[in-house]
């Protein structure tokens, strides 16, 4: 995936009128090299600065590889419902998959009102005309770089890390600011570069956008935060664990399954994976069902979960499974040490260690259709 941040390098060259075109032909290079698509992030400066004329100049070459086009909406907060036509235009005018990254209907004068069954809404009727789907994560919290409007936007904010203040990583933003004369602007002029957790979704929200067919499971974690959101550890056992019949009953296992496999491999175009079936990588994660459950919180984010023993990778019949505990090993390698062994500690599981991802050589085949309808099977 080309990512919006790849193209951000380049930004400070645009001088002289032919930023687009460098940026159009760094795409066409990726495709080329079998990149899945593009992902863009008005959301963030300098980006927020592109009209959508320059974003569709800009993906121009999926028109002409296959692939899709992730974006982080340019505002999830009062003008979700612009920000989100503006994304249908593009994936409508470059023919690219449409995927709304970690969609959330954001900000405080959206809590209680149910504003996600007007964008679920507009996501199921845009589907008609083109593919799409939106990935989402099982919380009400997100997190990005410290920014005064994300603030007041939330009902609550912890520092996740400060660069210049690593020791104030973790508190609440309200027992930060007293040492600023309760001024966030200055607070946020000392501590950055900074990033911080933001509770700015109604649960409710969150649940009802999980329970749509075409959301996939995203955890959108960041392992390099002092004091992370929970999501890098959590997101996958607590739909498991939590969403699913277990607790919350709001699907069958089998489709929580799906959102977090084969969903994703159909709509990224990942060949033979996500399913179990001839042919296929047999990429396994065996868990216990009456088990699963995450274990990290806001307040202790780097636990790992329950239920889950170890994983197998590109399982063959006759093949001894690439195991990995936590960490890569190689082929017909096994080690001992189960991903939760209560013996590790905190500092040892501070940054996830995944497996590497295959390499392919050619680009994704994305066929121009709608993709498989996305229910459980």
């Not at 503006?86 to 990254?101: C, D, K, R, T």
């Not at 069958?252 to 399954?257: G, N, Q």
């Not at 019949?317 to 939760?340: I, K």
């Not at 295959?358 to 680009?363: A, D, I, K, T």
């Amino acid at each position: 995936m080309l990512k919006h941040y790849q193209l951000i390098i380049r930004n400070g060259e645009i001088i002289d009128g032919t930023g687009n075109a460098r940026f159009t032909a760094d795409v066409e290079e990726a495709m080329q090299a079998g990149a899945f698509g593009v992902s863009s992030g008005t959301f963030y400066p300098p980006a927020a600065t592109a009209s959508t004329q320059e974003l569709i100049d800009v993906c121009a070459p999926l028109r002409r590889h296959p692939g899709v086009f992730a974006t982080h909406l340019r505002d999830e907060t009062a003008d979700i419902v612009p920000s989100m036509k503006e994304a249908f235009a593009i994936g409508q005018a470059v023919g690219a998959n449409l995927v709304l990254s970690h969609h959330k209907v954001a900000g405080k004068e959206n809590h209680g009102h149910g504003r996600s069954t007007e964008t679920l809404a507009l996501i199921d009727a845009e589907s008609v005309r083109q593919p799409l789907c939106l990935d989402c994560h099982p919380y009400p919290a997100t997190s990005t770089m410290l920014r005064a409007d994300r603030i007041h936007q939330s009902s609550r904010v912890m520092l996740a890390w400060s660069t210049k203040r690593p020791e104030l990583a973790g508190k609440d933003f309200a027992e930060i600011l007293p040492l600023y004369d309760g001024s966030i602007e200055a607070a946020i002029d000392d501590l950055k570069p900074a990033g911080a957790i933001y509770f700015v979704m109604d649960e409710e929200d969150v649940r009802r956008i999980f329970r749509h067919e075409k959301t996939m499971v995203g955890s959108d974690g960041l392992p390099n935060d002092t004091a992370p959101h929970p999501r890098l550890w959590g997101t996958f056992p607590r739909v498991l664990g939590h969403y699913s019949p277990r607790e919350l009953k709001l699907f069958p296992l089998e489709t929580a399954v799906r959102k977090m496999t084969g969903l994703t491999a159909e709509q990224f175009g990942i060949v033979a994976r996500g399913r179990i079936a001839e042919g296929y990588f047999a990429d396994l994660v065996p868990f216990d069902p009456e088990e699963v459950i995450d274990r990290a919180t806001f307040d202790a984010p780097k636990l790992a979960p329950k239920g889950i023993e170890h994983v197998d990778r590109e399982r063959r019949a006759g093949d001894r499974a690439r195991r990995t505990h936590g960490r890569a090993t190689g082929t017909g390698a096994a080690s001992q040490s189960p991903v939760n062994n209560p013996s590790r500690s905190e500092t040892d599981m501070a940054t996830p260690h995944a497996p590497p991802i295959r390499q392919r050589r050619n680009p994704p085949r994305i066929s121009r259709s709608p993709p498989t309808p996305c229910i459980a099977r």
